[in-house]
């Protein structure tokens, strides 16, 4: 069978990683937890770009790439793309579908970050569910505004900010208290289609919130595309 290095970092990646035999690679950018429990090789921390990845599918004799990664993290996604075309390689990728929005949600899309600002204007007690970008912008909160920013870690905010650290999965009882305590009045999250986090959406929806959502990004085009677990597993379990 061909080697195969998995890029991950999500749970789906973790799930196909403890699928894999001994000759195998899981890379993980070295932002999370490092499993210990897995049969497979574990690598940690970047390859110094696409021509680096490139480098290392060389190297190590790898004959597939996949990309599991999280729909966000573009550009490991660009770059497995582009090494693996440089490399001659098959690359497979893992996209996560979309949450799509329900009758009567009042979702509003953004492309960045100034594109966020602009719209949570009208908003007093935002909740970011965006991971850490919102702490580069503490100093520029409005003064009616009062944040609550949720990240994996907790750490200093400021008087204008608390910051809460809580890893998912996230339970709708727990969410729907966390949106009652701090008066939460809009929710800002990215599209990450993943089950983990989905409550807040609920909670947003029974109360009527709006959702502040940041645009997916494009990601490249690959070998072959699959939408589950499952699929991709049962296509490696065909893989010579
Ligand atoms: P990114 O912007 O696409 O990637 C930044 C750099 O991190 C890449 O260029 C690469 O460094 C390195 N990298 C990323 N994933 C890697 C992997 N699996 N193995 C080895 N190196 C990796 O990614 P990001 O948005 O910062 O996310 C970092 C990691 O966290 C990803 O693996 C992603 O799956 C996971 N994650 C991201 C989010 C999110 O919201 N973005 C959420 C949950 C989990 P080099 O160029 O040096 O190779």
């Given at each position: 069978?061909?080697?195969i290095?998995l890029l ?56 597939l790439l996949i990309d599991a ?23 497979w ?148």
């Open positions: 069978m061909r080697r290095l991950g970092g999500v749970s789906e990646a973790l799930a196909i990683a403890r699928r894999l035999g001994t000759e195998h690679v899981y890379s993980l950018a070295g932002v999370g937890r490092v499993p210990q429990d897995l049969a497979c090789q574990v690598r940690v921390g970047g390859y110094g770009g696409a021509e680096g990845l490139v480098a290392y599918l060389r190297d190590e004799g790898i004959g990664t999280h729909p966000y993290a573009a550009q490991i996604s660009r770059n497995a793309a582009t090494a693996a075309a440089l490399a001659g390689v098959a690359c990728a893992l996209r996560r579908p979309a949450w799509q929005a329900q009758a009567g949600d009042d979702w509003r899309e953004v492309d960045d970050w100034a594109g966020l600002i602009e719209a949570l204007k009208p908003f007093r007690r935002p909740l970011f569910t965006l991971g850490r970008e919102p702490l580069q912008h503490l100093q520029e909160i409005p003064p009616a505004q009062f944040w609550t920013l949720r990240a994996l870690e907790a750490c200093a905010g400021n008087a204008r900010c608390e910051v809460i650290g809580a890893r998912g999965p996230f339970l709708l009882e727990d969410e729907r208290a966390l949106f009652a305590r701090r008066q939460i009045d809009v929710l800002i999250s990215k599209n990450s289609g993943s089950q983990a986090t989905e409550p807040k959406l609920e909670v947003a929806r029974e109360l009527g919130l709006p959702v502040l959502i940041l645009r997916r990004p494009q990601l490249p085009a690959v070998t072959r595309e699959f939408f589950t677990v499952d699929e991709m597993l049962e296509a490696l379990t065909g893989l010579r």
